[in-house]
T-cell receptor, first 117, second 113 residues
């Protein structure tokens, strides 16, 4: 298995532009998580999907952020319009959730480093 | 509010020595798992060890072990015989709400040769 695949690895864009980050979870995993990592705030959980359905998006910072999971093998995180304060590393992670006890391990992608100028 | 606290932003240890990283948390759950993840300079998040809250025996994985105190909601990571490759950020991640993994702010560990 190739693991969790994220693209792009690096993105540099200008303020106001739309940014789309992509994630392919591990085949067979039915839970997917988007995290944002910054020096100031550490790792923040943005949104969590279970069986392609968003379960909790309370971590999404504002309406400029949206996430979708149209099928079990693909998810996107979109920022529109982007701002300099969105600069961060965005991680996607997946797990094979059998129950809600947290018994399953998160497998992370390599992250997408976003820089908004 | 449920919280995860890693009170040591930075630590250092001499190679071959032992170091302990602390983590405390708050949860209303009774049965849950706890995790430590490592993030080396490559930025990849790697699972180090996990503990099942209903097990009294502390988990051990080679040079890594935990001291889990359920009543105190404490979950520390001990690294024995530290190696240069252990230099990384270490994140504590107890599942505070269902399956939603919230991470601590991390401890930056430097192993000194």
């Amino acid at each position: 298995d190739a693991g969790v695949i994220q693209s792009p690895r690096h993105e540099v864009t200008e303020m106001g532009q739309e940014v789309t980050l992509r994630c392919k979870p591990i085949s067979g995993h039915n839970s997917l998580f988007w995290y944002r990592q910054t020096m100031m705030r550490g790792l923040e959980l943005l949104i969590y999907f279970n069986n392609n359905v968003p379960i909790d998006d309370s971590g999404m910072p504002e309406d400029r952020f949206s996430a979708k999971m149209p099928n079990a093998s693909f998810s996107t995180l979109k920022i529109q319009p982007s701002e300099p304060r969105d600069s961060a590393v965005y991680f996607c992670a997946s797990s094979s959730q059998r129950d809600y006890s947290g018994a399953n391990v998160l497998t992370f992608g390599a992250g997408s480093r976003l820089t908004v100028l | 509010a449920q919280t995860v606290t890693q009170s040591q932003p930075e630590m250092s240890v001499q190679e071959a020595e032992t170091v302990t990283l602390s983590c405390t948390y708050d949860t209303s759950e009774n049965n849950y798992y706890l995790f430590w993840y490592k993030q080396p300079p490559s930025r990849q998040m790697i699972l180090v060890i996990r503990q099942e809250a209903y097990k009294q025996q502390n988990a051990t994985e080679n040079r890594f072990s935990v001291n889990f105190q359920k009543a105190a909601k404490s979950f520390s990571l001990k690294i024995s015989d530290s190696q240069l490759g252990d230099t990384a950020m270490y994140f504590c991640a107890p599942p505070l709400t269902g399956n939603q993994f919230y991470f601590g702010t991390g401890t930056s560990l430097t192993v000194i040769p």
